[in-house]
């Protein structure tokens, strides 16, 4: 095969070798961006243990207290939260994140708990009199008549005509008519696939659409080296990872399915013995301990050529799911510049099930 940047075939001329490097270069860059999109490979951790059997684990008395102090905090997680949020007739959840240093800038992300989703407040919108709209609008059409506007959101330029959103909460009636006609059976993996595509139409952009239906973890995802909470040992047996991004847009909107599928040959539950879970310190006794860990969804945006989550005061964008629990999570994200965001999933296990959808543009 002909190589073009070998030396041999290169112009005498160092100008013009310069200038030839230049464009194999871009070309390459180019071919990189457009695989975006694509899970990344995630390298194991060199300098951990490697532990990816799910039998019970003889663990330190320091790395016994870090599992302890997980499980106490999942037991007594608060829900008291700075966080603008809006709860809707269907049992839907509206939260929204501000994009720091963009006054106008929207991050809502709708939970759902469902097998086959109906149609979700933020599908409602896209179907709406312009695909222009902020926070403002999303609040204004699904908060209860009377509520307060949040003073961040009361900032806002409302960009959606006011012949159609004269009456606070408008899109609460809206929303209830439409899941009125909407099938509620479940087929295939993850949602159905059916009701998963119907209610988001309207609502892509621009860029080509990106859609992943009926994806098994193992078969779809790339496996690394699970350390919760700052641990040296990879725990829990095989786990794995998916991200999707978009860089350099100014929109972007789309949805994820995702189901924890728990049983005793997909276990999400670390197990262990130690100080704290066992009198014997050779483990040999059947008494331990075990917390769960289950796929998490995480939203994030790149700060300073990092990836960092997205939050709002005490609250980050990182959703875990329940054992044997099935969540959509659908999102819009609008910014006045240019902004480069993504979706992780990380801690599933080799049967768990997803489905993702997404777009993005930069008007």
Known sequence: MRNITSVSNMPKNPISRLFLLAIVFCFMFTACQKDSLESIPNTPISTTEQMESDEVLQLTKEQSDLLLAKTADKENNSDETTLIHLTLDNGNELQFFE????VDGVAVVEIQKCTSCSVSALGLMSQSETEEYTAKDIYWAFSEPGTKMPFDMAQQKATLRQSHVAVQGWGRKELAQANQKTSTSRSGIACNNTSFRRSIEGGFLDYE??????????DRFDSYCFTPDNFKVCVGGKRYKYFGFWNNVKRWAGKICAKSVQNSQNDHFVKWCGPGCSADPNCDNKYYCETYYGP????????FGAWVDL????????????PNETYTYSWYWRSS????????????????EFDVMMDADNR
């Open 311 to 322: 939050r709002d005061g005490n609250k980050v964008a990182s959703y875990e799911i329940l």
């Open 337 to 352: 510049k240019q902004e480069s965001f993504r979706v992780q999933i990380e801690a599933a296990k080799g049967n768990d």
């Open 209 to 218: 659409t990106f859609v992943r239906y009926d994806m098994i973890a193992k």
């Open 296 to 303: 998490v969804l995480k939203f994030q945006r790149k700060k």
């Open 99 to 102: 994009i720091e240093d963009d």
